[in-house]
């Protein structure tokens, strides 16, 4: 794997290089485990494509996880999106709350598959005049979250109130759908897995749980039936929710790799200050890098407290140095460095010779989770898809 | 001032709304500082619209800011944009380090400045064979931020290359360049100022210096010539750059607001937790409003630990409430909210009745600065440009 950077990429700045293969290999990755973990026949699979696919961009994930049952999107322009893109399978949208039933009405949309979780939704969805065709809805549980849903005392009556639309022809079908708020504990998750069962037991209708954390963790995972539907976001991109585990070390490839260009090394003397109010100074002569990444372009301006970046396609390791600044960074070289202007440094992801930080650590160093490094990378971050190689 | 929601803005998403009267009352705050402050003859100035203006675009910024002397900017994929969009005057390249000199000749380019802030690129600038037309180059000073120029051994020696080419016809003009490492420091802004008249001292040729913080700082202003061109950046966006004041109390308006909806308003019971990883247990019965905004827009996630949002036109502070999520984030809005689903809620800036946020307030609880919580928000945050009221 090569840190691909195509000769019309214009100007100073970084880019991310986004992996299909590696997408593709998670996905499998996936149905493998499932596989290991037995049951009567294979559950249905939503990949989860929200927020531009973790940052991957909408349309090249939406290529690369073509194999999945279905997708699953924070909003009714995306569902618009995958539908023009050419996405004819299922579609989830995972909220309703402060939106108009009515609006899930356009045929256009195909088969659409929304969760209701509040009951101000619920009940403006019993005030559509119109019967809804190839719609579904899916009834969120509060369970520990608590941020949506409905919770043990309210859930069986309003789930009945879905299955009147149901039995009236106004709805195709309707569901059970839960979101963990601690999957990455296993007990927390034993305990949540539970409390659903408890609320949903006796009830028909198919069940929507799980998410990356859950499908990755070491507990267990229980038996699901065929129309049993998972939910995975973060590990499709070879990012693991587990604290202290990174992807690759459950098997997952990184989909995205964040590059920027040595700009130019410039050498500094034992004792001298580097960057915005003096925040680095050098130990001894040394020389420093600026590469042309900054926080205008999605990073955070923390990363100079505790960030590193790999230098190169070996992938040394160099200590950032001094302030993020809105375009640039500094990082300390050492004194005989063997870079040179132009090279290519790894924010995160792989260097394209066997080198990689994982994004988890470089959240992990600003204090942060992963889901949240890939999706703040801005506009002016360009997306670059690789080619496949042989 | 109405935090303007435009009712064909779609989906539950957050929107920044764009002031550009407030820019241009920022910009007129300049001037008359400037005209306070003496001197023969007003200095020249360029707005700094980098970062896509902040983050508040680039297109919008340059309009509302279309009396100053020319723009800088810090690619030449942007400089084409404000060719584009109409812009004649100087526009400034505020880096070369990396670039190809050549790729600066194209004559569509017009007017451009350009800084030379490397000896790599000097010396690729005078390999180039063909003469610059209305191509003027600015010899950046290291100063103490040393992270690009040159410093005093080099700077009179590479300023007389520069000379060179101004007089073989091959520049039409070249001038001086400093960028301040400590601004805010009243005597280390001194310094700088110092160190940058004492090695361009005897140097014909103009000056371009300054920042926000120089420019909105308690010190003296040094009295400037008719071509001395100054540089202001995030006080034109109403946000200060000195610790400790916010724009609104140098007499800034904020040119950007963040507002998001608050969509749903949910009871917790005394002790009950909310959020992942049971992150906010609330003190006492209360209520939490989710509102439709999360990490996935750009807003930092941090913010869960210690930020507030101001709640409707009122602009009453509430608390943010357990980790912020990719799509949304939830708030205590206490026992008896007056509030409704559908209010809108404010990140920073200005509610519409008087109250606001600053950004620098924002930023501090996040221990950053306001040009980051400006620039970092992603493209899934639209920006609505405010009509004019009267």
Known sequence: MNPFRPFWLQGPGPWACIDPTAMAHNLNWLWQRLLRNGGQARPRLWTVLKAEAYGHGLNHALKALGDADGVALASLEDVGRVRRQGWTGPVLLLSTT?????????????????????????????????PFSERHAWLRYAGHLRTHGFDDKRYADAYQR??????AGRLAGAGHFHHYAAAEDPGALAQERQAFDAVSAGLPGPRCTEN??????????????????????????????????????????????????????????????VGYGDSYRAPHDTNVGVVGIGYGHGIPRDLWRRGQLLAGRDGRPVRVAGRVAMDCLTVDLGPQPPDQPGDIMTLWGETGAGAALPVEEVAQACDTIAAEMLTRLTARTALVVRPKTA
Do not use: K, N
């Open 98 to 130: 402060g939106m108009d039933p009515a609006d899930l009405s356009d045929p256009a949309f195909g088969e659409l598959h929304f969760v209701v979780d509040d009951p101000a939704a619920l009940e403006r969805l019993e005030q559509v005049p119109a």
């Open 212 to 273: 990356s954390a859950a499908l990755c963790s070491d507990a267990p995972l229980p038996s699901f039936d065929a129309d049993h539907w998972l939910r995975a976001g973060l590990l499709l991109y070879g990012a693991s929710a587990l604290p202290g585990r990174s992807g690759s070390e459950l098997g997952l490839r990184p989909a995205m790799s964040l590059h920027a260009r040595l700009l130019a090394i410039r050498p500094v003397a034992a004792g001298e200050t």
């Open 162 to 167: 879905l299955q009147a639309l149901v039995h």
